[in-house]
Every structure is written in C-alpha cells, then in structure tokens.
C-alpha cells in the first residue's frame, strides 16, 4: 500500500472565517492548541469532529480566490434550507438527474447535500 488517507484539507481566502463556517455547517470544532501554544493566525485551523467519528479537516490560507469547480469535494447529509440559511449558496438543486442538492460554502467551495435517510 503506497499511501494511506489522513486527513482533507480546504483553501480558503479567510480560513478563519471558513473554518468557523463549516463548524456551524458541520457541527465540529476547532482543534485546540496544546497547552500554553498559541497558533499564528495565519497557519491552518484545524477543525474535529467533537464525537471523533469524522476526519480532520484542515482550512489552508491562500491568496486568491476560488475560480474553476473543485476536482475533489465534500458530501454531507443534511439540511439544504438549514446550510443555506447559513450563507451556503445553490449550485444545483436535486433534480430526475441528480439525489442531491449542490451547494458552495461562502468562499464558493462547492459540496453535496444528501436528505437524511430515514
């Protein structure tokens, strides 16, 4: 086995921002420093999913701003009204062609939204 996965991470112009954004979205929380350390503003956020069962995600600094449709992208089930109402915005909705709504996070990340199964 070459390679095994670790964690994802997303650019973000304002990975501050973002990274609180999909906290909200997702229900994580940010990783928190060890004790007495303090991370520089402008290093990654860390952001865990409280109950441990996601992955890491790290939000990465960058200096431009998002402009071709991601390669890579992440799938969420959930609420579409609740994301929107949270600064989402559509990208498609679900349709005979698709299951799912596609949605952007503020910073135009685009990622799926699958209704919950019951």
Known sequence: ???RFKDLALDARDHQLLADWWCRAIGYVRRGA???EERPADW???IVDPAGRGPLIW???????????????LDVVGDT???LALGATVVR???EGIEWDILADPEGNEFCVFAPQD
């Open 59 to 73: 939000l990465n600094a960058v200096p431009e701003a998002k402009s071709v449709k991601n390669r890579m992208h």
């Open 34 to 36: 060890g004790a007495g």
């Open 81 to 83: 009204a609740e994301l």
């Open 44 to 46: 990654p956020v860390p």
């Open 93 to 95: 909705r679900r349709d």
């Open 1 to 3: 086995m070459p390679a």
